[in-house]
């Protein structure tokens, strides 16, 4: 067998691409230019890396001859596969960036069987639907749910809105508010147990639920809330009741940043906040944005710390449970989220 002679860098350099590589054939090659490098011979090497001699000597005479690129899969031998680079192409672009009714189909995705159809529509190709899904396994396709994304934002608008809340947080009576649901019905969350035998939770008969509209005051950490059945303009303007009544005097003005929900922007609303004589004035915040509401996070940690897993049967000791731990929590101390930490920079 032929020495191979590499720099101290390159085995450095060598050493790490193999620890971080995942395919084992790719490994397997890497290692033996290495143990080669250090002088094992054929035999040693098959022996500590369980492989043949033969593939010991493949590898070294390709390393030899072609550098870095020995660690790549030769191109397959045998027969020409039925799908051709330009079908597999085709195969390619219909499935990242055509609709199946484009084509005419009535199909809102494609399938395996859509696309032998597709191919020997436009090749005259005749293949079967697991041909296909071997080509699409090949191309990197793999059959998943996809990920529902909001509607596109626009940022002059964003922008905006964010701004008139960070000047709204100058004021003392500035005020956050959110809503959230709790349930009988335990959201189901991690917790520790044996191996082999998995934990029971055990559910209500008949699910039961209360909305819980909260606020926090900005410049306090003061987190004021109320409860009701229904999420709607009754409960909104409950709260905002509760704020009138228990945070500010009757002299300052209540602002708050509210989300754009139609419980917030219903003509109930509007009259409740014309007839409060200038004392109330809502702030709309950023559309699909719940990352530029800290209240979030205060929801984030109730259902971390009692909505997962409780045991609670009736829905007052839940209620009971939550309240507890929001009046345990006072007052919050929170930070606001990366759209106003990007709004405080320079633009580049």
């Known amino acids: 067998m032929e020495s191979i002679t590499i720099t101290a860098a390159e085995r450095k350099d060598l050493i790490l691409g193999m620890k971080r590589e995942r395919k084992p054939c790719r490994r397997l090659r890497m290692h033996i230019v290495l143990l080669a490098s250090e002088g094992y011979s054929p035999t040693k090497i098959a022996r500590v890396l369980y492989c043949s001699r033969t593939t010991v000597y493949t590898i070294v005479g390709r390393f030899i001859r072609e550098g870095q690129r020995a660690f790549d899969d030769r191109k397959r031998r045998g027969p020409t596969p039925l799908v051709e680079s330009s079908a597999q192409k085709l195969v390619e672009d219909l499935t990242e960036g055509v609709v199946p009714t484009e084509r005419g189909w009535l199909r809102s995705r494609w399938s395996c069987k859509l696309l032998a159809l597709e191919l020997f529509k436009e090749r005259a190709l005749v293949v079967s639907q697991e041909?296909?899904?071997?080509?699409?396994?090949?191309?990197?396709?793999?059959?998943?749910?996809?990920?529902?994304?909001?509607?596109?934002?626009?940022?002059?608008?964003?922008?905006?809105?964010?701004?008139?809340?960070?000047?709204?947080?100058?004021?003392?009576?500035?005020?956050?508010?959110?809503?959230?649901?709790?349930?009988?019905?335990?959201?189901?969350?991690?917790?520790?147990?044996?191996?082999?035998?998995q934990k029971r939770l055990r559910t209500p008969g008949t699910n039961r639920k209360v909305w819980i509209s909260g606020a926090l005051q900005w410049s306090t950490g003061r987190f004021y809330w109320v409860r009701g059945e229904r999420k709607n303009d009754e409960l909104f303007m409950k709260l905002l009741e509760e704020l009138r009544s228990t945070s500010c005097s009757e002299r300052q003005r209540l602002e708050v940043a509210v989300d754009n929900d139609s419980s917030h922007t219903s003509k109930r609303v509007e009259r409740y906040v014309e007839d409060s004589s200038g004392r109330l004035c809502l702030h709309p915040l950023p559309t699909w944005s719940p990352q530029s509401n800290p209240v979030e996070m205060i929801w984030w940690g109730l259902h971390e710390a009692v909505s997962r897993n409780h045991s609670c049967k009736e829905l007052s000791d839940l209620v009971e449970f939550a309240e507890v731990y929001l009046e345990e929590r006072q007052p919050f101390?929170?930070?606001?989220?990366?759209?106003?930490?990007?709004?405080?920079?320079?633009?580049p």
Do not use: A
């Open 333 to 347: 101390s929170l930070k606001l989220g990366d759209d106003y930490e990007q709004l405080k920079r320079s633009p």
């Open 131 to 197: 041909t296909v899904r071997r080509v699409l396994h090949r191309l990197g396709f793999r059959w998943r749910r996809p990920r529902p994304v909001p509607p596109p934002k626009d940022p002059i608008e964003k922008r905006k809105r964010l701004e008139e809340i960070l000047k709204m947080l100058g004021r003392e009576c500035s005020f956050f508010q959110d809503e959230t649901k709790l349930e009988t019905n335990p959201r189901v969350g991690f917790c520790w147990m044996r191996k082999g035998k």
